[in-house]
């Protein structure tokens, strides 16, 4: 009773865990450029702000280097919920000097 207990609870916390949130990256996509996604889970709400929230991510990844971000390129994939094409956004960015930009 005990082991089938044990395998119930691992399983699902694994289930759980593929409802979560990801962000993936940042991914070096040639020099100084970065790629960066975040995507909902297996059971999306479709009222996260995954723009936002990637572009916070990846400003504060260049902010840890004492740089500010520039985007280059971003999309945006909000479903259908079938076949694992759940919302994500995505963006290409640098991370360039604070004193370059003003």
């Known amino acids: 009773m005990k082991v089938e207990n044990i395998t119930y609870g691992i399983s699902l916390m694994v289930l759980l865990t593929g409802c979560a949130t990801t962000t993936i990256g940042p991914i070096a996509a040639g020099k ?3 790629v960066m996604s975040r995507e ?3 059971f999306p709400s479709g009222s ?5 929230e990637v572009l916070t991510e ?3 990844f260049c902010s840890s280097q004492g740089e500010k971000i520039k985007l280059i390129n971003s999309t945006e994939n909000s479903g259908p919920y079938i076949l694992g094409n759940y919302p994500k956004a995505t963006i290409t960015f640098s991370c360039i000097d604070i004193m370059v930009t003003r």
């Open 40 to 42: 909902e889970g297996a």
């Open 58 to 60: 990846a400003g504060i």
């Open 48 to 52: 996260e702000p995954l723009m936002a």
């Open 32 to 34: 100084n450029t970065y």
